[in-house]
């Protein structure tokens, strides 16, 4: 009995050895091929100090300026430190003689891509306030450098969410930037780089679709929908905002300009 024991034993040794020789020593796996080509959603690393991200409480439509984070080479890891980017060298620059040197020959736009990590929340700032955001990603996936327009800190985005209709309603819209030159610029975004805008997460009764929008001078970026929750007092404006006053003159001539195109649900027909 004890020598059938011991055969058994050499024999499950033995197995065990050839196995590990010729995992370790002979067989060669075959490479992994990772494309970088193409951008996929990386992790994102953040030192949170064991804080709670919640959700943005809110009740009305809001101008709210959504901060650019910082900007990466296609990687799957990135780490975020919760304040807005700062660029090194020339990667944001304000062109010499502003209105005619910013022609689209010059500083080609069109090429960048809108990426969501919705299912990753990180703190981001939000009209002073560091709570949940989502990342957004600015990505340039073209052989040649893109240039992105805005501020060092931030760049023209809005938010729109489907209304009970099924109608894409805003319900943020961002004037930091429009209708003022006054520290704007270009972000360079070489091939293979993308930037990171941090995205408010708000907190609501009301389940629908939510997507982003991105103004890039005469482009309009648009993101993919994705899930979420606000509140439904965030299509409409608060009683005395200035810009509802001043839609009142001549709304159809202003929306394009303030809502990229989409029009607030207190002025739907």
């Known amino acids: 009995m004890k020598k059938a024991q011991y055969y058994y034993w050499a024999i499950v ?35 949170l100090m064991r804080q709670s ?40 620059f304000t062109p010499p003689s502003f209105w005619w040197d910013t022609r689209e020959e010059f500083y080609p736009l069109d090429g960048l891509q809108l990426k969501i990590g919705y299912d990753t929340y990180i703190k981001g700032l939000y009209n002073g306030q560091g709570k949940a955001h989502i990342p957004v990603f600015i990505v340039n996936e073209t052989s040649s450098t893109k240039y992105l327009y805005g501020r060092r800190e931030y760049v023209s985005t809005m938010i729109e969410a489907k209304d009970r209709d099924g109608i894409w309603r805003p319900i943020e819209y961002a004037s930091g930037i429009i209708g003022c030159l006054n ?23 009301f389940k629908t ?32 905002n200035w810009l509802k006053d001043s839609l009142q003159e001549d709304p159809w001539c202003k929306f394009p300009y303030w809502f990229l195109g989409s029009v607030p649900l207190e002025f739907a027909r």
Request: aromatic share 18%.
């Open 209 to 240: 679709q939510i997507r982003v929008k991105l103004k890039n001078r005469h482009s309009i970026l648009i993101s993919e929908a994705f899930p979420g929750q606000i509140n439904e007092a965030q299509f409409k404006f608060k009683a005395g």
């Open 53 to 92: 991200l919640q959700p943005y409480d809110q009740n009305h439509l809001w101008s709210g300026n959504n901060h650019v984070m910082g900007k990466f080479p296609f990687t799957d890891y990135i780490y975020i430190d919760g304040e807005p980017a700062i660029f090194p060298g020339d990667d944001f």
């Open 13 to 47: 040794l033995a197995f065990g050895f050839g196995l590990y020789t010729y995992k370790y020593h002979f067989y060669t796996p075959s490479p992994i091929e990772v494309d970088d080509r193409y951008f996929k959603v990386p992790r994102i690393g953040q030192n």
């Open 183 to 205: 520290g704007v610029g270009f972000i360079k975004i070489h091939p293979k780089e993308f930037c990171v805008v941090a995205v408010p997460v708000f907190r609501g009764d």
